[in-house]
């Protein structure tokens, strides 16, 4: 019986395929992609500023006289605040000095628990520089900052189709390559934060010199060695993760160039001086980490470093190829941790059995292969996010089209074999499911995705305006998301309320609290498992955990406390009575210097039922009264 819809079908999906095919092949394709690229993020000029990063960056960028007098005693604001010199020098700078941290403690930006040896401190003046220009020719437009970095998204897509154009023999295996990395979601918030720009600047910086090397070591003249090194350094000053360009500059002299070993060491000599000079002034600057679970130094904290690697390196990589937010480990309590590494690290087993035909044969998959696998060392020195894959996915998804054309266009004979035939099978179809189909979803809803979560952090910053603060210390319980305790005072100014004398928050909200009165001036607070600082056991995810995560960039769970350790802080003694056995406090005992119950003490807690702050009354001397955590019924 003839069908002859059918033929129908199949015609339109026939000619679709033709299409695609042409269009993966156009001539223009990179300047295609970089306008389609720019104009799919034009949603995101109306969002404003980001209630977090880009106000810390604008209230170091504005002049001192333009800001409430309050913020300078935070810590945030320094000095000669807004001048270039200043802004090049320590725009992306937290905590540098023993002394900001002093008055970051004093005021509570920083919190009590902070690790008094805790550094957080970037260099990287060319991205300060670009945040500068914005406000010197448009400080009250958001929007037109933010069509700054989709400039720079728009570049970013353009170079890595010019990338994959040189390196990639077929036109259909570059174009898909390019599509599937302007596709990927590891550049949604790069693109959509003002704060993150330095991400997309080095990545472009890092491509041109990429390419610049490849026209070099193809015969050009030594004039390309010479703007891929300044490419370079523009791609370091632009953010640590810049160092990645080397991962790609090794990769291609193991696997592409074509010279003696000896001239592809050499080769490689510009960018190792370039790197080591780059960090000992880093250093001798005084930036760099320390002391915090956030970020890892890896010179100075080698061994965290390497133990990093081994969880969160895996991680990464499955993220990478399944689809999936790396930031799922995070999400997770840290029994859990080990679940999802074996989870990841299958996944990577079956990927490894479905490419090896590929890497085997073919030195391009093994350049992509290499380079991929490098670029995920330097990540592993910060929380698995998705914004920091953009180096490990331009080499990740030059493989993957390698990989796909093989399989559908090529109709490569190595991959059907018994087994690996299987495995190369079932892969092509994740692919397809979350690098194609989740993707473009992805994609369209990206906007309102991001949205969501910057509603959530934002929601432990908003106190709201409390009439007559300037004039107490706000005392909050229990504070939901320790990490954003460092934004409040900026997003508090932005907002046009009235800034507290100082900031005391007494514990994470991770965990049902107990709070009790011992006398007048003193309360406890005890936690109903647990500690004080973590979050309750639990197998299924939760964003609490999140915040257990983030907040451990004040500490890190290296450094524990002590029974008997004492801080004291303006108008505030802190004194931790019982820990746990990871050296976590359990109980600890404030003091003020007036009654618990002053005028000049504002008191809050986050209340869960409501996902905002209400008041807290203060229990009768002798007392207590239960505060519910997020998994308290």
Not at 195 to 204: D, G, H, K, P, Y
Not at 344 to 366: S, T
Not at 458 to 470: I, Y
Request: hydrophobic share 50%; proline share 4%.
């Amino acid at each position: 019986m003839k069908m002859p819809y059918m033929d129908v079908i199949f015609k339109a999906i026939k000619n679709t395929f033709a299409l695609l095919l042409r269009f993966l092949q156009h001539r223009h394709l990179p300047i295609i992609l970089a306008i389609i690229a720019f104009v799919s993020m034009l949603g995101t000029l109306q969002k404003g500023f980001g209630p977090m990063d880009d106000l810390r960056l604008r209230a170091k960028l504005l002049d001192k006289s333009q800001l409430p007098e309050r913020l300078l005693d935070t810590g945030i604001i320094p000095e000669n605040n807004g001048k270039l010199t200043t802004v090049l020098a320590s725009l992306q700078s937290s905590v540098r000095t023993e002394d900001e941290l002093k008055k970051m403690t004093e005021y509570g930006t920083c919190a009590w628990w902070t690790y008094e040896g805790v550094r957080f401190s970037n260099w990287r003046p060319l991205e300060h520089l670009t945040y500068w220009l914005d406000y010197q020719l448009y400080p009250d437009s958001p929007a037109l900052m933010r069509a700054h970095s989709l400039v720079w998204f728009a570049l970013l897509i353009f170079m890595v189709t010019l990338l994959y154009r040189k390196f990639l023999p077929v036109g259909v295996t570059a174009g898909l390559a390019a599509v599937l990395y302007f596709l990927d979601n590891s550049n949604y918030l790069p693109a959509m934060w003002i704060a993150n720009r330095n991400l997309l600047i080095a990545v472009t910086f890092s491509l041109l010199a990429i390419l610049c090397h490849h026209k070099w070591r193809s015969g050009g003249s030594i004039g390309f060695a010479f703007i891929s090194s300044i490419c370079l350094i523009a791609s370091l000053l632009a953010t640590e993760a810049g160092i990645a360009t080397f991962a790609f500059l090794f990769s291609y002299a193991l696997f592409v160039d074509n010279s003696k070993w000896s001239k592809r060491i050499l080769s490689l000599v510009p960018a190792v001086l370039i790197i080591v000079a780059w960090r000992i002034i880093y250093n001798s600057l005084g930036h760099g980490g320390y002391g915090g679970g956030f970020i890892i130094d890896p010179v100075r904290e080698f061994a965290s470093f390497a133990n990093a690697v081994y969880i969160r390196g895996v991680v990464l990589l499955g993220a990478q190829w399944a689809g999936f937010p790396p930031e799922i480990l995070s999400l997770y309590h840290d029994t859990m941790t080990m679940r999802v590494w074996f989870i990841a690290a299958g996944f990577l087993v079956l990927v490894l059995l479905a490419i090896w035909p590929l890497l085997y044969k073919d030195r391009m998959a093994r350049f992509w292969f290499t380079a991929m696998v490098l670029c995920v060392f330097p990540i592993c020195a910060t929380m698995p996010m998705n914004r920091n894959l953009l180096f490990v996915g331009i080499a990740a998804f030059g493989l993957i089209a390698q990989f796909i054309v093989a399989m559908l266009v090529a109709k490569d004979s190595a991959f059907q074999n018994i087994g690996r035939g299987t495995s190369a099978w079932i892969l092509l179809g994740l692919l397809f499911i979350s690098h194609v189909l989740g993707a473009g979803i992805g994609r369209v809803i990206a906007s309102e995705t991001n949205s969501a979560y910057i509603e959530h952090f934002k929601s432990s910053m908003d106190v709201g305006n409390l009439e007559g603060v300037e004039n107490q210390d706000l005392v909050i319980v229990n504070y939901p998301n320790p990490f954003t305790i460092f934004y409040t005072p900026t997003y508090m100014a932005y907002n046009q309320w009235p800034l507290p004398r100082g900031l005391r928050v007494l514990s994470p909200g991770f965990i049902a609290i107990e709070v009790s009165r011992v006398d007048e001036k003193t309360v406890t607070l005890r936690a109903a498992t647990n500690s004080l600082m973590s979050s309750a056991i639990r197998s299924r995810w939760d964003r609490v955990f999140l915040y257990d995560h983030f907040s451990r960039g004040y500490r890190d769970r290296r450094f524990g406390f002590s029974v008997g350790e004492k801080v004291e802080v303006p108008r505030m003694s802190v004194e931790v009575l019982s820990v746990n056995h990871e050296q976590l406090p359990t109980k600890v005992s404030y003091r003020f210097e007036v009654s618990a119950d002053d005028s000049s003490l504002r008191w809050l807690m986050w209340d869960k039922s409501k996902g905002g702050y209400s008041d807290f009354k203060v229990p009768a001397i002798g007392e207590s009264v239960v505060v519910p955590g997020p998994f308290h019924h």
